[in-house]
């Protein structure tokens, strides 16, 4: 698996994944198709780190978005899979957390769900 590319999840949302790094880390972009947010989406940069980069495996990898439209940050983990067509997809489970203005608000400001990307360049 190559997390290198443009990925597309179920809800419509785009993901650039730039080269991976010897060490494993990268960075992208993510435009995302929905916001919990009623203000204006804006493209947010990701930075993540996958293991064994280099191998031809089907790896782990983390990564966060920094939101340039909201105060939450979103943090996905997953693993690449490619099927026997070669196909690759990219199967997380995420978390996001808004900010509340109280600590006693903690209880409502995480969302979690899952999300699977197919390559689409
Ligand atoms: C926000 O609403 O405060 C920021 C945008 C959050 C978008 C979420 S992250 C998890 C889920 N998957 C997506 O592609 N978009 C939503």
């Not at 179920?10 to 916001?35: C, I, K, R, W």
């Not at 920094?66 to 997809?89: I, L, M, P, R």
Request: with cysteine; charged share 15%; proline share 2%.
């Amino acid at each position: 698996c190559d997390l290198q590319g443009l990925w597309r999840n179920e809800l419509g949302s785009n993901m650039t994944v730039l080269a991976t790094n010897t060490a494993g880390t990268f960075s992208g972009s993510y435009h995302t198709a929905v916001a919990a947010t009623n203000k204006q989406i804006l493209v947010s940069p990701l930075q993540g780190a996958q293991q064994h980069p280099g191998a031809k495996r089907q790896p782990t990898f983390g990564f966060t978005v920094q939101w340039q439209f909201s105060d939450s940050t979103t943090a996905f983990v997953g693993q690449c899979f490619v099927d026997h067509h070669g196909k690759e997809t990219l199967e997380t489970t995420w978390l996001l957390r808004e900010e509340v203005l109280s600590h006693k608000d903690t209880w409502k400001a995480t969302r979690v769900g899952t999300s699977t990307f197919t390559r689409i360049k």
